[in-house]
């Protein structure tokens, strides 16, 4: 037996490879191989593999405290034919990435198969990259399941926001022997014991299915009559999640395995943002008076970090409000060399003098930027270096990655090696919000480990914009994207109110803080001129803002998980972040337009007992009686924010 961690002091960058070791542990994380077999597994699950003639073949599949097997007992005395050979290694997949075993495999049979497998101390499964052809289905793993009464459900989501509003919809099946195989297409599919709502998830690392280079390729096969699922890897990685406690229980699986990808930084990750863009001035107003008087404005309010939007460099974008539809979308480099220069007239000093501002004021900065799609991402090295020369000169860390088009997968391949450079250049310190609303981009998936996802671009000027179609939409998603993840947005509300006269969900009868709180379960998006704020307005959200600051690196570390009933206008609805220690935590419950005052809320699966409720925002009251949390919102479309304890 070797333990990886008595021997980390001999380790080059931290790897450790062992080709013969029949036993490898690294923090509770433990994988043993011998006679063509393979066992990988940790506090939360064990899964065995036997070295088949053509590669693993999936024999056991344990789910942990109570015990569960999910692999049926046909596959479970599947025999090796093959043999196997093991590397393991302490690696992480990228340097924001967590810890873990990294096994590459090698089986050899009637064919040679490459297989990597990633096993981290907090997921309830292993990720799989298949580097081969082989199995019965080539590109594929075939798990044949132990549960009788299953419930298949596919999760199937939307980008390209600008066009799309709802984001994620499901289709169950309960599934019968009579019942005809059938095919899926995306990146999330569950399998569900309807008897003790224990559970696979399965998650693929990978561009939505409407932007891939094969459009119409298989993602999953469900075989009812065999009780089976295929994973397809076609050149992308499947994870295979377990999970207790039904819909919930996903949630926190999927949730827990996005950490391992993106481990959760509190100084850098979840921070408020604000962005002039939103209030639709484009690029007319952005110079260096214009933004230092945004870093007062953003100090004032709780701003953590104050970004320029397009209109801070030299060359001028098709967005430009001067461009005259003669600006540039893409091929930036060759439209002009010093394209990503500061402008000179607009900053004749610099982006220092706003850079040091901020910092003075204890904030950060950020900028847009539009990679160069052009030649399948052939200018990622350039791009990748010019960012990471405003890191290291300036500060600026916070990036919001706007234009970028993925058209097939070298485009992939450039656009990940251009991140994968910065990332590593810059420590894991730099933050890149991928914009989600247009083009063939990567997607929820694509690149999980990056920074959060840049979800809408809404406008009260073109009357697209309500405060609980935003919250909806963060509510649906967190039930498969880690919260921290995406960017939510708020508005000035009080812009353009005459557009919405009449409507009861307008969103100048919400108050501002209010409106915060709707988005501070995620990354906050500050989508406005914080200079052309009302006194009024920032008086009341200041208060909350500050609130948060002090809470939100125990509430952002935690299990966050939706409530209630999807947001609509007229639900009670809300968040739970069970706290890491299980001690307790936080709920965040909105009265949308509706009759009652009051709402209970069943504490037990989210959170370990607590004794106390402690408001600390919004109006309102919150008892605890037992398990159930009662609050009392006296008014339509407001909020309480309660500590568990």
């Known amino acids: 037996m070797t333990n990886l961690k008595t021997v980390l002091g001999v380790a080059v960058l931290g790897v450790v490879s062992f080709v013969h070791a029949e036993r490898v542990d690294f923090d509770g994380c433990c994988a043993t191989w011998g006679d063509g077999r393979l066992t990988v597994g940790n506090t939360l699950f064990e899964r065995t593999w036997a070295a088949g003639g053509t590669g693993l073949v999936p024999v056991s599949f344990l789910l942990k405290n109570p015990d569960i097997e999910w692999v049926a007992d046909s596959s479970r005395k599947a025999k090796a034919s093959g043999t196997l050979a093991v590397k393991a290694m302490i690696d992480r997949r990228s340097i924001v990435g967590a810890e873990g075993l990294h096994l590459e495999i090698t089986v050899e049979g009637r064919a040679v198969q490459k297989t990597s497998l990633w096993l981290f101390p907090k997921a309830s499964g292993v990720l799989i990259e298949q580097n081969g052809k082989g199995g019965s289905v080539a590109g594929a793993e075939t798990l044949m399941l132990a549960p009788l009464h299953l419930r298949v459900t596919e999760v199937t989501l ?72 295929d994973s397809f890897f076609n050149g992308y990685p499947v994870a295979v999640l377990g999970y207790c406690g039904g819909h919930t229980g996903r949630t926190r699986a999927l949730h827990a395995f996005q950490r391992c990808l993106r481990e959760y930084r509190p100084a850098r990750d979840g921070l408020f943002l604000s962005n002039t863009w939103g209030d639709r001035s484009r690029d007319a107003r952005i110079n260096e008076a214009f933004l230092l008087k945004e870093v007062e404005a953003g100090a004032a309010l709780g701003v953590d970090v104050v970004q320029i939007d397009d209109g801070w460099q030299k060359g001028r974008s098709a967005n430009s409000a001067s461009a005259r539809g003669k600006g540039v979308w893409n091929g930036y480099w060759a439209a002009d060399p010093d394209f990503w220069d500061a402008d000179p007239v607009r900053f004749p000093n610099g982006l220092e003098p706003v850079v040091s501002a901020a910092r003075d004021r204890g904030m950060k900065f950020g900028l847009w930027f539009g990679p160069d799609s052009s030649n399948d991402a052939e200018n990622w090295r350039k791009d990748a270096d010019h960012l990471l020369k405003l890191h290291h000169e300036m500060g600026i860390d916070y990036f919001k990655i706007d234009s970028m088009k993925t058209h097939n997968a070298e485009s992939l391949r450039c656009q990940r090696a251009m991140f994968d450079r910065m990332l590593e250049g810059a420590d894991g310190a730099m933050v890149f919000d991928l914009d989600v609303t247009a083009e063939i981009r990567p997607g929820y998936f694509g690149m999980p480990d990056i920074g959060p996802l840049f979800v809408e671009n809404r406008y009260t000027d073109s009357h697209r914009y309500w405060p609980h179609q935003t919250l909806r939409n963060l509510w649906m998603l967190s039930q498969t994207v880690d919260p921290l993840r995406l960017r939510m947005e708020i508005l000035n509300n009080m812009r353009n109110a005459d557009k919405y006269k009449g409507d009861p969900l307008a969103p100048a009868l919400y108050r501002p803080d209010t409106l915060f709180a709707m988005v501070m379960m995620s990354c906050p998006l500050g989508w406005f001129e914080v200079s052309n704020l009302s ?37 009670w609805t809300g968040f739970i972040s069970s706290a890491v220690d299980g001690t307790g935590g936080y709920a965040l419950l909105f009265r949308e337009l509706n009759a009652s005052a009051e709402y209970k809320l069943d504490l037990s ?24 949390l009662s609050v009392n919102v006296p008014e339509n479309l407001d909020f309480v924010w309660v500590k568990l304890d």
């Not at 200041?542 to 206008?569: C, N, Y």
């Not at 409720?613 to 159930?628: E, K, N, P």
């Open 605 to 628: 699966g989210y959170t370990a007992p607590v004794r106390h409720a402690t408001i600390l925002g919004g109006r309102g009251t919150a008892r605890l009686a037992d398990s159930v």
């Open 535 to 571: 006194t009024e307005y920032t008086n009341q959200m200041q208060p909350l803002v500050s609130t948060w600051k002090a809470e939100r690196s125990r509430m952002h570390s935690g299990s966050i998980f939706p409530v209630g009933e999807a947001p609509d206008g007229v639900a």
């Open 158 to 229: 939307m980008d390209q926001t600008d066009k799309h509003n709802e984001l994620v919809s499901e289709r169950e099946w309960l599934l019968m022997p009579n019942e005809k195989s059938f095919d899926v297409q995306g990146c999330v599919l569950g399998a569900e014991n309807v008897i003790d709502n224990s559970g696979l998830v399965f998650l693929k690392l990978a561009p939505l299915p409407h932007a891939r280079q094969n459009k119409e390729e298989v993602d999953f096969h469900v075989a009812p009559a065999k009780r089976s699922i």
